[in-house]
């Protein structure tokens, strides 16, 4: 029945809707009085739903109808939006994507994005950025950026987040470590020796975030070592400074290796995120495409498997869990 109404009809409904009087709705439309109450009986008949009492001096919407206008409102700008996208690409105007990254995004993640965007927009460059996630937020809303791909959570005001991918978390370790030879390791074992971690003034709220994940497990979180990427991590794990947290899948430097936690499943996000009021309306297209081959494609990979064949292909397998 829903395939019967089309974007007149919604329309017509936002106009009377807002002036509260079918006339001046029509007016405004330029079109009959009879067009627009006909279209008003069509939309309300396909839903089928009440959308409007009618009185002696208009219009006035019932609970039905006060439930479809901020949908409808966003199904009109979504038209006009996918409309704009198309334009842009057939003529080439598809200004470049300014594309923050947070050194701790698994490679896959920005590939699969650069991949996304080459296949929805050859035409448009994209400018990369990295930074921490503090700063990329700092960045976005300040409009010196215009999309990132960041450790989920952030602060959602004002910016609209695409959920893409779920990490485990894995305890690391020097092989000559005497847990490195077994299965896992507990809590118990971890307290004492999860001294490395990334600064927690660089993400604050997932570093607020792991540390309830390993106190419901029985961890305690007391680092003394702070590293800025990756990179400085590992190197202090190496040094025999203590053990930490890394993404599963990770590459990881020879002389390390990764553990589980006893009878914990610590897990992290990463996501995309974007201003609500960007003026890059090809933003939600691209957080769609994202989306969408991360759920086409069962949602994992490491960065190692990501193959180049994805750059063309839409459908290509990515998976970004280990």
């Known amino acids: 029945m829903y395939e019967l109404i089309e974007f007149r009809h919604l329309k017509c409904f936002l106009t009377v809707a807002q002036e509260g009087n079918v006339s001046r709705a029509a007016e405004i439309l330029h079109i009959t009085q009879p067009t627009v109450s006909t279209a008003i009986k069509q939309l309300e008949d396909s839903i089928p739903a009440q959308l409007f009492y009618r009185e002696s001096s208009g219009v006035r919407l019932t609970p039905a109808g006060h439930s479809l206008v901020a949908d409808a409102e966003q199904m009109m700008k979504f038209r006009d939006r996918a409309f704009e996208n198309a334009q842009a ?13 947070s050194p701790f995004i698994d490679r896959a993640l920005v590939e699969l994005a650069f991949a996304s965007h080459q296949w929805l927009f050859p035409d448009s460059a994209i400018r990369p950025t990295a930074k921490c996630t503090a700063q990329l937020i700092d960045l976005l809303i300040e409009g010196s950026i215009d999309a990132g791909l960041v450790t989920l959570p952030v602060e959602t005001q004002g910016l609209i987040v695409q959920p893409l991918v779920t990490e485990r978390i894995l305890v690391c370790m020097r092989k000559d470590d005497p847990q490195a030879c077994e299965p896992s390791i507990s809590p118990r074992n971890l307290s004492s020796k999860l001294q490395v ?50 993404r599963e899948g990770r590459p990881l430097d020879s002389d390390l290796v990764m553990k589980p936690i006893s009878g914990a499943d610590v897990t992290i996000n990463s996501g995309f995120i974007y201003s609500a009021v960007s003026r890059h309306s090809e933003l939600s297209l691209l957080a769609c495409e994202m989306k969408n081959r991360m759920k086409n494609n069962g949602g994992a990979t490491t960065s190692r498997r990501l193959s180049k064949s994805s750059v063309s292909e839409p459908v290509e397998e990515l998976r970004l869990i280990s």
């Open 197 to 246: 971690s990334f600064d927690p003034k660089l993400h604050p709220k997932l570093f607020a975030q792991l540390v309830s994940q390993l106190s419901r497990a029985g961890v305690n979180v007391k680092a003394t070592h702070i590293g800025a990427t990756p990179s400085d991590i590992q190197w202090m794990v190496k040094r025999g400074m203590g053990y930490a947290l890394v």
């Open 89 to 101: 690409v057939d003529i080439g105007t598809t200004p470049p994507l300014n594309l923050g990254f």
